[in-house]
């Protein structure tokens, strides 16, 4: 029986030329012109497949003399596209071709997926051919680090994973209610008096200026942008827990670890909250490379509508001034918005039309639906973890949905992309993170990457059944959905 080729998500073409298997051996080396850039990928390349097989795999910068070649190379002979890229497997070569960093980083998830351990313990690449690129340029995960805090290390992990299938959007929702996850060197008192919480009175914790760059730099090495969130004018109480001029009444809010939404709020009349929106948003801006800066947006349930699009506004001006371009919650395409502005669409209840003629002024749409996209929704009436206020989401639930037909008149072309969410008010540690994303991470990926003619529940299940191994392999726990026949 042949290997099955278990990619995930599903390449525009993937075929076999009936060659013979290229073998990963001691002689495996990776070979790659010397630019800094491609040697930081190559070195990722020899130690994902060294570490599969527990061999060392070298890297060159010349092939000769060299035997079991795995070529990277940067071309501009590939249609165009930032992620496109090509490879070609067969016994003794394997010949990688990208325009860009980002392409090669596809493709080298790619090939990790394609190894086959044979009984032997043989690690084999069989031999095929691969042209592929993706339907949306934006296929992200939001990660709520506020509601629980997610420690580096363990956020490193879920980057993986995001990596893993070809994600290249890591959205962190650094502030809520319940806690301000990131420094900010012009109002140091977010971190020092609002990080110490979680909900339930979980322990809290925050990222440094340096901790964030470290994390950008990880996502950037594995072809990622980060687009942080700081969500005003509602989700507040962290803000106006540390700095009591945000209220009318001049005092601080108490610390909250509950799971209400809805109640914090800023205030358009007061001064302060001004000059904090500016100082926030120019500080998040200037430590973020990626073009996009979130300003939240989301449940505000306590304001009219007109002071909401007055702080709307205001939070997206600080963040154009900064140079970056807005995204925000769906609920601010209730107000008057700049073209290009991205507005991720979450609440599948509310009245489409809205969202419709945003797109016809030039909003963009980046496709989160609840019902099929929030990972932090319960499986079924049986699982642990999880929420369930949009429904119960199955693996199906999370494949079998069309971003492109989602909305009644936004059209396709107003779709960036599409992100999936986790959000975190039961969900307390790695483990808890990867029960919910494991598998329906993989299936929301291939919604994002796979053109609709590639896909396919049947074809999928079958495939995503190879990806246990390397769940447990990583050790990571991950529900095993009853609409899987899993090894
Ligand atoms: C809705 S989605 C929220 C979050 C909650 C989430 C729980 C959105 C923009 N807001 O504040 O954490 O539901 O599923």
Redesign the pocket.
């Known amino acids: 029986m042949p290997d099955a080729l278990a990619v995930i998500p599903r390449p525009a073409l993937l075929e076999r030329t009936g060659e013979a298997p290229f073998v990963v051996t001691r002689a495996t080396t990776v070979v790659v012109d010397e630019r800094p850039d491609l040697i930081g990928l190559a070195v990722l390349v020899a130690d994902v497949l060294g570490r599969v097989g527990g061999i060392p795999v070298e890297v060159r910068y010349s092939e000769a003399g060299a035997t079991d070649i795995v070529r990277l190379r940067l071309v501009e002979t590939l249609p165009p596209g930032d992620e496109v890229y090509r490879v070609l497997t067969r016994s003794g070569r394997i010949d990688v071709e990208a325009r860009t960093l980002a392409g090669l980083v596809r493709a080298l998830v790619t090939l990790r997926q394609l190894i086959v351990v044979a009984p032997s313990g043989e690690l084999r690449v069989p031999a095929v051919r691969i042209e592929d690129a993706p339907r949306y340029a934006w296929r992200g995960l939001s990660v ?1 680090v506020a ?1 629980h805090f997610v420690p580096m290390d363990d956020l490193k992990v879920v980057i993986g994973l995001m990596a893993h299938y070809k994600l290249n959007v890591l959205h962190l929702h650094l502030t ?1 209610d319940q806690g301000w996850r990131l420094d900010l060197p012009s109002r140091p008192l977010l971190t020092r008096l609002s990080s110490a919480t979680s909900v339930g009175g979980d322990p809290g914790g925050s990222y440094s200026a340096a901790d964030f760059a470290d994390l950008v730099g990880f996502a950037a090495a594995r072809g990622m942008r980060v687009v942080p969130e700081i969500d005003v004018p509602g ?1 507040v109480n962290a803000a106006t827990h540390a700095y009591g001029e945000l209220n009318p009444s001049g005092e601080p809010t108490d610390t909250y670890t509950g ?1 209400e ?1 809805g109640f914090s709020r800023l205030h358009a009349d007061l001064p302060a909250t001004h000059a904090f929106l500016a100082d926030v948003f120019a500080d998040v801006a200037a430590m973020t490379p990626g073009e996009y800066v979130h300003i ?1 947006g ?2 505000v349930l306590t304001m009219a509508p007109d002071e909401y699009a007055t702080l709307v506004g205001a939070a997206s001006a600080a963040v154009r001034a900064a140079g970056k371009k807005v995204v925000g ?3 601010i395409a209730h107000t008057p918005l700049e073209p290009g502005t991205v507005v ?1 669409y ?2 599948a209840r509310e009245d489409p039309a809205p969202f419709a003629a945003a797109a016809r002024a030039g909003a963009l749409f980046l496709m ?1 639906p ?1 019902p099929k996209a ?1 990972l ?2 319960k499986y079924d009436a049986s699982t642990e973890l999880g ?1 369930e ?2 429904g119960h989401i199955e693996l199906r639930d999370a494949y079998d949905w069309d971003p492109a037909t989602l909305i009644e008149g936004v059209a396709e072309d107003s779709v960036i992309g599409v992100e999936a ?1 986790i ?3 039961t969900l307390r540690d790695l483990p808890a993170l990867a029960q919910m994303l494991l598998p329906r991470l993989a299936a929301i990926a291939e919604v994002a990457w796979s053109a609709p003619e590639q896909r396919d529940w049947e074809d999928f299940r079958t495939r995503v059944a190879a990806h246990a191994p390397f769940w447990d392999r990583i050790a990571l726990p991950w529900h095993a959905s009853p609409q899987v026949d899993w090894p």
Do not use: K, N, P
Request: aromatic share 18%; glycine share 4%.
């Open positions: 709520d509601r809520d989700h799971i939404v939240g989301d449940e919650w769906q609920e991720q979450w609440d989160s609840a929030y932090d929704m929420l206020w949009a969410a959000w975190t008010e």
